[in-house]
């Protein structure tokens, strides 16, 4: 018996094997929806699925039969749902709290393992790396402990998942939204905070505030319209 962990992101992939080593035990890697399958966790028999961050919904036939711990990057209940880290900038929010839970049916619903602070100061990726290794820290501990997920307590507050057209920085207003706008977003597989004319789309990165000024990298490509 081991441990699965499936992420559908590339700076989570070196994760299994700094686990593999930290728990002496094997640490299985899935990275794509069709591996994770009933058929071959049947065959590994892991006593956890770790999901670290994972695109896709886990199927009820997985999550039936597999103790799979999510983790999420709000603290629970506030925060259900899609985008957690853009729909906590976008809500002025700098501190967060990411909660292991467990899978079931309705989502982000699960009992609590655990939770463990976390700043959102920074890029996106920046933020995804940091989260990264307190997740690490954490699946040792759910590991090591075994500890029981308690039932969730309060007040659901639901986000929406965003769609790649909110990037658009059109209508912001302040230096202050338009930064948060461009780092919130600024992570590979997102779609990057932009501007479009008729001619051309303007993507934004790597955003410095300065006191009156944002400074940014931009790629510029032509588009077309017909």
């Given at each position: 018996m081991g441990y699965v962990l499936a992420t559908s992101r590339e700076w989570h992939k070196e994760m299994a094997r700094r686990l593999q080593q930290c728990v002496n035990?094997?640490?299985?890697?899935?990275?794509?929806?069709s591996e994770l399958t009933f058929e071959y966790l049947e065959k590994l028999k892991p006593r956890y699925v770790f999901f670290p961050h994972w695109s896709y919904i886990i199927p009820s036939?997985?999550?039936e039969n597999f103790e799979c711990v999510i983790f999420h990057m709000t603290d629970l209940p506030f925060g259900r749902g899609g985008s957690p880290l853009q729909n906590l900038i976008s809500?002025?929010?700098n501190d967060t709290k990411i909660t292991a839970l467990r899978c079931v049916?309705?989502?982000?619903?699960?009992?609590?393992?655990?939770?463990?602070?976390?700043?959102?100061?920074?890029?996106?990726?920046?933020?995804?790396l940091r989260a990264g290794r307190i997740v690490e820290e954490?699946?040792?501990?759910?590991?090591?402990t075994k500890p029981e997920p308690i039932e969730q307590e309060g007040e659901a507050v639901v986000f929406k998942r965003r769609k790649p057209e909110q990037s658009d920085i059109t209508g912001i207003t302040g230096l202050e939204k338009l930064f948060d706008h461009i780092?919130?977003?600024?992570?590979?597989?997102y779609p990057r905070a932009f501007l479009e004319t008729d001619k051309?789309?303007?993507?934004?990165q790597r955003p410095?505030?300065?006191?009156?000024?944002?400074?940014?990298d931009v790629v510029i490509t032509k588009v077309d319209h017909e």
């Open positions: 035990e094997e640490v299985v890697l899935i990275t794509k929806k036939h997985v999550f809500r002025s929010i049916k309705e989502l982000d619903a699960g009992p609590i393992y655990m939770k463990q602070p976390l700043s959102l100061y920074g890029t996106a990726e920046e933020i995804y954490m699946i040792v501990r759910i590991i090591e780092r919130m977003l600024d992570a590979d597989g051309f789309r303007f993507e934004f410095a505030l300065k006191s009156d000024k944002i400074i940014a």
